[in-house]
T-cell receptor, first 114, second 114 residues
Framework: TQLLEQSPQFLSIQEGENLTVYCNSS?????LQWYRQEPGEGPVLLVT?????EVKKLKRLTFQFGDARKDSSLHITAAQPGDTGLYLC??????????????FGTGTRLLVSP | EAQVTQNPRYLITVTGKKLTVTCSQN?????MSWYRQDPGLGLRQIYY?????VTDKGDVPEGYKVSRKEKRNFPLILESPSPNQTSLYFC??????WGTGELFFGEGSRLTVL
C-alpha cells in the first residue's frame, strides 16, 4: 500500500512557468520532507516541514505542510531548466510499535524546457 | 567530503548468480538503509540498520540479505537474483537512529538481471 501519492506524476513545462506538485495521504505525519533527484544521482534533501500549516521558502520554491499534517505541496515560481528532476516527498510516520518510519511518495518527474 | 559510496554503479548479471552491492559512508552515521527505485513506485525500503549488528526488514525484503559488521559498511546481498530484482538501488545513511532526519544517498546502482 502506497501511503503517499504525488500528483502529477509527470510535468513538462516551459521556462518561466509556475507549477505546483502535491503530496497526499490519509495518514498523519509528524513531519514531511521534500527531496530532489537529478539524473544519475541520489535524492538530496530540500526541506523538512514539521508544524501543520507551516510554509517554508527556498528561493523560488515554496513548501507547505497541510493543517492536518496529511498532505503537502511544493510550488515553484518561474521554473528554470535547472529545476528539472524527480521530486519526492517523504513522510515521517509514527507506527503502532512506538517507533517512527520514513515513507516515500511516488514521485513527480519535472522537465523544464528553455 | 561527506559521502555515501556504492559499488558497482552498473551491473548486468544472469538469474541465480549471487552478487553483492557494497555501500560505505564516512559520516559516522549509525543508521543505514537500502532502497529500490522503480518507475511510479518511488523509493521502497528493502532493509535498514540502526547500528552495528542491528538490522531489520523494510517493506520489500524478499530475495535480499544485508549485514552490518562495521559502522561504515552496509552491503546488500542478492543470493539468487531474479529478473524482478532489476531496479535502481540506493544506499542511504542518517545521523538519526530511525532515519527520520536528513537521509544522505549514494549515487545509485543500476542492476539488470537477465
Amino acid at each position: 500500500t502506497q501511503l503517499l501519492e504525488q500528483s502529477p506524476q509527470f510535468l513538462s513545462i516551459q521556462e518561466g512557468e509556475n507549477l505546483t506538485v502535491y503530496c497526499n495521504s490519509s495518514s498523519v505525519f509528524s513531519s514531511l520532507q521534500w527531496y530532489r533527484q537529478e539524473p544519475g544521482e541520489g535524492p538530496v534533501l530540500l526541506v523538512t516541514v514539521v508544524t501543520g500549516g507551516e510554509v517554508k521558502k527556498l528561493k523560488r520554491l515554496t513548501f507547505q505542510f497541510g493543517d492536518a499534517r496529511k498532505d503537502s505541496s511544493l510550488h515553484i515560481t518561474a521554473a528554470q531548466p535547472g529545476d528539472t528532476g524527480l521530486y519526492l516527498c517523504a513522510g515521517v510516520r509514527d507506527t503502532n510499535t512506538g517507533f517512527q518510519k520514513l515513507v516515500f511518495g511516488t514521485g513527480t518527474r519535472l522537465l523544464v524546457s528553455p | 567530503e561527506a559521502q555515501v559510496t556504492q559499488n558497482p554503479r552498473y551491473l548486468i548479471t544472469v538469474t541465480g548468480k549471487k552478487l553483492t552491492v557494497t555501500c560505505s559512508q564516512n559520516m559516522n552515521h549509525e543508521y543505514m538503509s537500502w532502497y529500490r527505485q522503480d518507475p511510479g513506485l518511488g523509493l521502497r525500503q528493502i532493509y535498514y540498520s540502526m547500528n552495528v549488528e542491528v538490522t531489520d526488514k523494510g517493506d520489500v525484503p524478499e530475495g535480499y540479505k544485508v549485514s552490518r559488521k562495521e559502522k561504515r559498511n552496509f552491503p546488500l546481498i542478492l543470493e539468487s537474483p531474479s529478473p524482478n530484482q532489476t531496479s535502481l538501488y540506493f544506499c542511504a545513511s542518517s545521523f538519526k537512529t530511525w532515519g527520520t532526519g536528513e537521509l544522505f544517498f549514494g549515487e545509485g546502482s543500476r542492476l539488470t538481471v537477465l
